[in-house]
């Protein structure tokens, strides 16, 4: 019933950025948190970041941090990432997620289908 459409993703020079949005619709309710989650390939699934809905509070992984930024509409129910300063290495698949509850942590309730980000020159 809750779904999550991203947008956003492409191809980016080095050094260049990018803004990710996730609209979520359907069954949103109660406390609740969205963030991020990337993929390279044949490489593990990596945490990218999370905020907390109502608060606003925000968690993110050592490779982005100071680099990437999260944040929300809470009016429309949008989820951003506001890339900048990207990297070779960022390039990967990028999916949103919504989780039930408090905090910012914790396993994924609903995925997005994912968003591809090609960093190239």
């Known amino acids: 019933q809750l779904q999550l459409v991203e947008s956003g993703g492409g191809l980016v020079q080095p050094g260049g950025s990018l803004r990710l949005s996730c609209a979520a619709s359907?069954?949103?309710?109660?406390?609740?948190?969205m963030g991020w989650y990337r993929q390279a390939p044949g490489k593990e699934r990596e945490f990218v970041a999370a905020i907390s809905w109502s608060g606003g509070s925000t968690y993110s992984g050592d490779s982005v941090r100071g680099r990437f930024t999260i944040s929300r509409d809470t009016t429309k129910t949008i989820l951003y990432l506001q890339m900048n300063t990207l990297k070779p290495e960022d390039t990967a698949v990028y999916y949103c997620?919504?989780?039930?509850?408090?905090?910012?942590?914790?396993?994924?309730?609903?995925w997005g289908q994912g968003t591809q980000v090609t960093v190239s020159s």
């Open positions: 359907g069954s949103i309710f109660g406390v609740y948190s």
């Open positions: 997620y919504y989780r039930r509850g408090v905090g910012t942590r914790g396993t994924p309730d609903y």
